[in-house]
Structures are given as C-alpha cells and as structure tokens.
C-alpha cells in the first residue's frame, strides 16, 4: 500500500520520480482546456474521496481536477456531514471506505487520525494537510523552484515565521533533495522536537536562529506563512510575537538579489509579508499554486501505482 502522508516517508527516489512525472505531465497539458482529460488518462475510472474537516480552496479544487484529468472522479465528504462527525469510528470509516472507492484524501486536525486512518484503510490515503505536516504543497513548492532554477540541489531556502506544519515537510525534503534549509523562528514558535532531531540524524543542512536577518543572508528563496492558521488561538499573542519576521521589502533585500518569494496562500497582506512583495516580481505564489495540480496528479498516480 501506498500511502502519501510525509515527506519524511518518502524516498528520494520516489520524490524525485513524482517531480518529474508532475513536469511531464504539466508540459503534456500546454494549450489543451482545464476540463479536457489527458491524451493517456493513467486513472480512468478511479475515485478519489476527499475527507475535509477544514476549509480549502487550493487543496479541494486541485485535487478535484486532478482526479478528472486523469480519467476518474471524485467525492467530496464534508467530516460534519458524514457518520464521522457522529462518533463513528476512524478505523470503521477507513474500512468502509474502502469498499466504495480507489484513494482517499483527507484535510484533517490532527495528525494521528490520519495514520489511524491509514493504518486501517485498504486503499492509498493522501495527507492533503494536518497540524503536524503539509507535504502535497511542499512538494508542489519544490515542483515550482525546478522550474524557475532548474535544480534544488545546493538552493538556500530560508523560512521565516511559525516553525509550522508547512516548515515541517520542507525539513523533510531537505535532506532528499539537498537544499539548505534556514529557519528564522521566535522563540516559543521553534519546529516540533521531532522535525528537528529527523533534520539532525538525516544530515540535513539546516539552521536555526531567531533573527529574520540572519535566516535570510544570502538565500534563494525566501517563504513566509500566515501568522495565525486555522485552529491557532491567542492571535494577538501570536501576531505580537511573530510581528518582526514579517518578509518586507527590506527583510528581502537581505537575501540574494536574484532570491524569490513562496506563500502557501491564504495570505495576509501587511501582517507575515509585505503587499509589494507577494505581490512584486520576486514572487512566485501563483505559480505555486498552480503547480498544487500537478502534483496532485503525479502524487496520485504514484499512490496507485
């Protein structure tokens, strides 16, 4: 079975092999209709569930499309609207589950119900987000900086801000991919212990410090998100704290003059980054996500083999 819930989990292999099959097929589609499937539909007749107990837009409309230009369908389940919002159980959802559809994908709260629910699923189950790992945007982030350097190896990437869930998965790929890795986070908003001690016995090449400056010296790529995600709580707390590593004109001009700029999108302009920023020509967040498509693709064909 293959399920898609960490980078971490992933080969550099196999991570590599989704990237690449994510540029052929992008490449393939050129000129043809959003709508229109592809000439080879790898997944005719497959459907995807999709689980979601937060909000999206990215993550839903991509994964939507993506099943449909690879010759499947799709179900979106709300989680308050199924009998698990009720109480039943995540191994009784998962195997029931399981009889009616090909992969399931899910946008969760919590980490552990989605390994729960991999554990007991008889199909590929996806980590569309939780509160520990985002790697189908990460992966879609690497696709991105391919395109615009041609390769990751040897890149500088510094994250400023929250030590979050997105911060997580881009450790995870470090060490896979070969990129440095700053991270510039306040005190008390560090990685999770775990995350860290992976990029240490991994041999990653990551940084930590809680100076914005220093995270950004001379780096590649300079990505940012939001200040206070769905589920945070004392916003005021946190934006207080997370104020100084907000990526303005002049937290940029400390990186390499050639750097760009990433966001997962949502964003707050003014609050985490600068409005002439996300919105100037350093910034490639559009075609990030854009490139949350075909990721989704290849990361489904790769799950169903």
């Known amino acids: 079975m293959r399920h898609f819930l960490d980078i971490a989990d ?5 991570l590599k092999a989704i990237l690449a099959d994510a540029h052929a097929m992008k490449a393939a589609r050129k000129g043809l209709p959003k709508g229109t499937t592809d000439p080879d539909p ?3 007749g497959h459907v995807l569930a999709m689980i979601f107990e937060k909000s999206s837009t990215r993550t839903r409309v991509s994964f939507d499309m993506a099943i449909r230009q690879l010759g499947g369908s799709s179900l979106v389940l709300n989680a308050a609207d199924m009998q698990l919002g009720r109480g039943e159980s995540i191994p009784d959802t998962a195997r029931v589950l399981s009889r009616f559809i090909d992969a399931v994908m899910i946008r969760a709260n919590a980490h552990d119900d989605v390994l729960e629910f991999a554990h007991y699923s008889d199909v590929p189950v996806i980590n569309g987000l939780t509160d520990r790992s985002h790697p189908c945007q990460i992966v879609a982030d690497l696709m991105t900086l391919e395109e615009h350097f041609g390769a990751l190896d040897g890149l500088k990437l510094a994250w400023v801000g929250d030590g979050n869930n997105v911060a997580a998965s881009f450790i995870h790929a470090a060490p896979k991919l070969g990129f440095a890795l700053n991270l510039g986070c306040p005190d008390g908003y ?3 212990e775990d995350d860290l001690a992976f990029a240490t016995n991994s041999g990653a090449r990551i940084e930590l410090t809680n100076n914005p400056k220093t995270a950004v010296k001379d780096a590649d790529v300079v990505i940012a998100d939001t200040f206070v995600s769905m589920g ?3 916003a005021d707390v946190r934006l207080k704290a997370l104020a ?3 990526v303005t004109e002049a937290l940029m001009a400390g990186a390499k003059s050639s750097a760009v700029f990433l966001h997962c999108l949502p964003a ?3 609050e985490e980054v600068a409005t002439t920023v996300i919105d100037g020509p350093q910034s490639l967040v559009f075609d990030e996500a854009e490139n949350r498509l075909h990721v989704q693709k290849a990361i489904l064909k790769w799950c169903l083999a």
């Open 244 to 246: 100084p590593f907000s």
């Open 10 to 14: 992933i080969s550099a292999k196999d």
């Open 268 to 270: 707050h302009r003014g």
């Open 232 to 234: 945070d709580k004392n």
């Open 190 to 192: 560090t990685p999770h």
């Open 42 to 44: 790898a997944l005719s």
